[in-house]
């Protein structure tokens, strides 16, 4: 049963991707598919184990949880020009709607680029949890990237190395959305599209990200135990074009509280905030990828959503 719903791929549906399917071509095909027409999906038993993402789910909650004064231990210095640390961030985004989600960013890979500073010290498990899911995630993500770069019709480490190899930085992010009455007053993350590589996310049983694809925007159905795999800008350049950055957002749930935590993997700040990583396919039938000015200016609002 489990088997024929995921396989089931309605146009309306995110893909669901089973990478337990013995046959990895297909695999792989259904990932380049999917990242080429939807930029997101879901892949499903990924070999992360359930009880490790539960209790990944369960030490970022108690953190959340913890008085704001203990919260604070861990807080994005005012005058840090990085963006590692816990903030509570209520801003108008740029329709004028309120926005709200209180977040922890903090690098978990490479270990030179890990900074215990803003690591939660409380819950105690923290660290361990998210040390042992950093590996896994980074195995995970490296699978995937192996099959873009053959979709690609490159060679298997093509996007790896393009974004920087053993340099990638992998960067942890909860988000944090308290309930709203009424989230139409409020949104938690406002649309945008990742400005890095490739974006793994988990998030709580509190549905709220939706992706927009054909016009309209399509609320993401996933399991708590399931893995959200978001294109980001990086790639869609590295691409061409051919590997769409999606745009998403995430509502308020009315009762519940919504988390989520999306592991960012990118080549690195300076990069992530600069320009975007030079085209690597050396396919010359396609054409010059012309979004650009658009992607620009999407990036521009994204950055002044960050500053702000
Ligand atoms: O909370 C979510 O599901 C989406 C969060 C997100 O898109 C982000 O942090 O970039
Ligand atoms: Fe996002």
Redesign the pocket.
């Known amino acids: 049963m489990e088997m024929e719903k995921n396989q089931h791929i309605s146009s309306l549906d995110i893909p669901v991707i089973d990478l337990s399917n013995p046959d990895e071509e297909l695999v792989a095909s259904a990932v380049v598919k999917a990242s080429q027409e939807w930029g997101i999906f879901q892949v499903v038993n990924h070999g992360i184990p359930t009880e490790l993402i539960l209790r990944l789910q369960e030490v970022g909650k108690e953190f959340f949880e913890l008085p704001e004064t203990e919260k604070e231990a861990v807080a994005k210095p005012d005058d840090s020009l990085d963006i590692e640390g816990y903030r509570t961030k209520y801003q108008k985004d740029l329709e004028g709607r309120n926005a709200w989600?209180d977040?922890l960013f903090h690098r978990i890979w490479p270990p030179s680029r890990v900074n215990h500073k803003f690591w939660p010290k409380n819950p105690p498990e923290y660290i361990e949890v998210n040390e042992e899911y950093a590996s896994h995630i980074k195995k995970l993500s490296e699978k995937i990237m192996e099959w873009l770069s053959e979709g690609l019709g490159l060679r298997h480490e093509a996007l790896k190395e393009g974004l920087g190899g053993e340099t990638i930085e992998y960067l942890m992010?909860i988000?944090y959305?308290p309930p709203c009455p009424d989230p139409e007053l409020v949104v938690?993350?406002p649309d945008?599209t990742?400005v890095n590589g490739i974006?793994l996310?988990v998030?709580n049983e509190a549905l709220?990200?939706q992706a927009f694809k054909d016009n309209q925007w399509i609320d993401?159905e996933y399991t708590t135990s399931g893995i959200?795999v978001?294109i980001g800008d990086q790639f869609l350049r590295m691409s061409n074009g051919k590997y769409k950055s999606v745009e998403?957002?995430?509502k308020m749930d009315k009762e519940k509280t919504?988390?989520?935590w999306?592991v960012?993997v990118e080549s690195s700040l300076d990069q992530v905030f600069g320009p975007l990583p030079e085209l690597i396919t050396g396919d010359e039938n396609v054409p010059k990828f012309k979004p650009y000015v658009y992607k620009d200016y999407k990036f521009r609002k994204l950055k002044k959503l960050l500053l702000d």
């Open positions: 989600v977040h992010k988000n959305y938690g993350a945008h990742d974006t996310l998030a709220g990200l993401a959200i978001i998403h957002r995430a919504r988390i989520s999306p960012f």
